[in-house]
């Protein structure tokens, strides 16, 4: 799966640039909450929707059972630290609001584990990151096809 993009420096009034980042975390305790085809893309629309009000730009993001990969282009004002903040602070409290009964497996709210991984990732490495991405069913060995989101 081939995808075309464009690129092209974000200009604002006074900077030029882009912040583009791979981001990866994980459910609480690793637990596969994913597995199944509703909260994968329940959770998927609460990502996007925390990334919206933000002001964080999804390129792309793969829900996997146990995990999850994402392409985002940050505002330049914008720490990933800060990013990686909003994104799992805001989906979890959406996907507990949409799904109150995921609260029996995290009875403390917390739906995201404390870790994470970020790397800025420029045009040029753009494309292997995004094959790594899409790819990562084959990677894991997971029978799982298609289920990338744009």
């Known amino acids: 799966?081939?995808?075309?993009?464009?690129?092209?420096?974000?200009?604002?009034?006074?900077?030029?640039?882009?912040?583009?980042?791979?981001?990866?975390?994980?459910?609480?305790?690793?637990?596969q909450m994913f597995r199944k085809f509703k909260y994968k893309n329940l959770v998927a629309a609460c990502i996007r929707k925390a990334a919206t009000k933000y002001g964080i730009k999804i390129l792309i993001l793969n829900v996997m059972p146990e995990h999850l990969h994402t392409i985002?282009?940050?505002?330049?004002?914008?720490?990933?630290?800060k990013a990686l903040q909003l994104l799992k602070g805001r989906s979890a409290y959406l996907f507990f609001r949409a799904h109150?009964?995921?609260?029996?497996?995290?009875?403390?709210?917390?739906?995201?584990?404390?870790?994470?991984f970020a790397s800025s990732i420029g045009y040029s490495d753009l494309p292997t990151t995004l094959r790594y991405i899409l790819y990562q069913e084959e990677h894991h060995g997971s029978t799982l096809?298609?289920?990338?989101?744009?």
């Open 1 to 31: 799966m081939e995808t075309q993009m464009k690129f092209e420096y974000e200009r604002n009034n006074h900077s030029v640039g882009d912040s583009i980042w791979h981001m990866e975390w994980c459910p609480k305790y690793r637990y």
């Open 100 to 116: 109150p009964q995921t609260r029996l497996r995290y009875p403390r709210g917390h739906l995201w584990s404390r870790g994470k």
């Open 72 to 81: 985002v282009k940050l505002p330049l004002t914008m720490t990933p630290s």
């Open 145 to 150: 096809t298609g289920n990338s989101t744009l």
